[in-house]
C-alpha cells in the first residue's frame, strides 16, 4: 500500500488556526486555559490535548516586518526515535507510514518525550490514578476515529481554508513539493528547501519553505541521538537480562531453600532410607 503524507505549504499558511480547531473537535480533546501573552499564538505549546500548533516568527523582509507561519506536530518520521526507544513497544509504524500508538500498552515512562527531535509527545498524568500516558498526533488513525482508513483526510487538512495542507501519496506529495520549491527559488527564494523529503530517513510531514528550516525553527539534519541508540541497543536488552537473571536466581534460591527445609523434617531422612 502507498505510503501517506501531509504536505504543509508554509507560504500559503494565513495562521487561522483552524486546523488546531479542528483537531481538537474531531480527536475529542479539549480546550486549554491561555492567558493573553500579547500574541496570536495560542496555546503556547503542545500538550497532551493539543496535538497540532501553528507557531508564529516575526522577522524582517525587504525592510518591512513579516511573519513566518510554521506547524508543530508529530512529523511521523520513518526513522522514528519514539518507536525505538518505547519499552512496551506503544508505539509503532501503521501500514501507511505513520506513527501511531496502542495507549493501554504506554506506561507513561517519558522515554519517547525526552527521545524525539521535534519534542513532540507530551505525557499526562491523571492525578486520581496517578497512571500517565502519551499522546501526539497520529495523523487521524485513531481507532473509532480513524478517518485515513476510512478513506477521509486528516481533520487538520480537511479543514484548511487556503488549502496548505494537503494529504496523499507521499511520492506524489514529494513531487508536488518539489515543483513548489523550484517555483519559489525561480521567484528568488534562494534557500527554498522541502523539508522531510529525506530528513529521518523520510518524515510523513513535509514542508516546502521559502527560506532555510533553521528560520522556521525546524532542526537542520535532525538525528536521533547516541543515548537513544543506547537505550534500545544495550540498555532496555540488558535491563531485560538483569531482569530475567534475576528471576532465575530468584527461584534457584527458592528451591535450595525448600530442599534445605526439606532435609531437616523428622521422618524424612527415615523415608528416604
Ligand atoms: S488551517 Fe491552514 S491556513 Fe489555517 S493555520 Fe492551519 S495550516 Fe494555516
Ligand atoms: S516527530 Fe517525534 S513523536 Fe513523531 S514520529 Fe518523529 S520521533 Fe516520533
Known sequence: MAEKAILFDTT????????QVACKQWNELSAETTKCEGTYENPPDLSHKTWVKI???????????????SRQACMHCTDAACVKVCPPKALSHHEL?????DKDLCTG?????DACPFHTPRTNRNLIT???KMEKCVMCTTPGLDRVGNGLEPACVKTCPPLALQFGDRDTLVNEGKSRVSALAAKGYSNAYL????????????YVLDDSP???GLPVNPKISGVTVATQSVIQPAGMLLGGL????????????REAKLAKEPGRAKKEK
Open 12 to 19: 500559503k499558511c494565513m495562521a487561522c488556526r483552524a486546523c
Open 55 to 69: 507557531n508564529f516568527t516575526e522577522t524582517e523582509r525587504n525592510g518591512s516586518p513579516a511573519w513566518l507561519f
Open 97 to 101: 507510514g505513520m506513527v501511531t500508538y
Open 109 to 113: 515512562c517519558g522515554y519517547c518525550v
Open 130 to 132: 496517578g497512571i500517565a
Open 195 to 206: 523539508y522531510g523529503e529525506n530528513e529521518l530517513g523520510g518524515l510523513h510531514v513535509l
Open 214 to 216: 533553521q528560520v522556521y
Open 246 to 257: 534475576t528471576i532465575v536466581g530468584l527461584g534457584l534460591n527458592f528451591m535450595v531453600a
